[in-house]
């Protein structure tokens, strides 16, 4: 069974950081895009960043680009977001995303709260 399980929300002040973590278990994300997204209240779900398992290529979001870092540790099958310099507009629940031709699978998502 595939369970993809975020962790790392929580409240932060404008300005602060915040570590998000994604752990699989089920697959092997090295053969995946492992994808984060994030959805604000009111609005729709957006693309933040992705890793490429197999190659370790990376691509932001332009909103987040030079403030956010995805990363992944292949031994523990884990992918983190590395959240600096967070603003309000960042405010949503994340969510970690699994991807390729033959799979897509999301995590439950986790809060990720920055006070105005």
């Known amino acids: 069974q595939v369970q993809l399980v975020e962790s790392g929300g929580g409240l932060v002040q404008p300005g602060g950081s915040l570590r998000l973590s994604c752990a699989a278990s089920?697959?092997?994300?090295?053969?995946?895009?492992m994808r984060w997204y994030r959805q604000a209240p009111r609005k729709e779900r957006e693309l933040v960043a992705v890793?490429?398992?197999?190659?370790?290529?990376?691509a932001y979001a332009d909103s987040v680009r030079g403030r956010f870092t995805i990363a992944a540790d292949n031994a523990k099958n884990t992918v983190y977001l590395q959240m600096n310099s967070l603003k309000p507009e960042d405010m949503a629940v994340y969510y970690c995303?699994?991807?390729?031709?033959?799979?897509?699978?999301w995590g439950q998502g986790t809060q990720v709260t920055v006070s105005s």
């Open positions: 089920g697959i092997n994300f090295s053969e995946y895009y």
């Open positions: 995303n699994a991807w390729n031709r033959k799979n897509d699978y």
């Open positions: 890793i490429s398992g197999i190659q370790g290529a990376t």
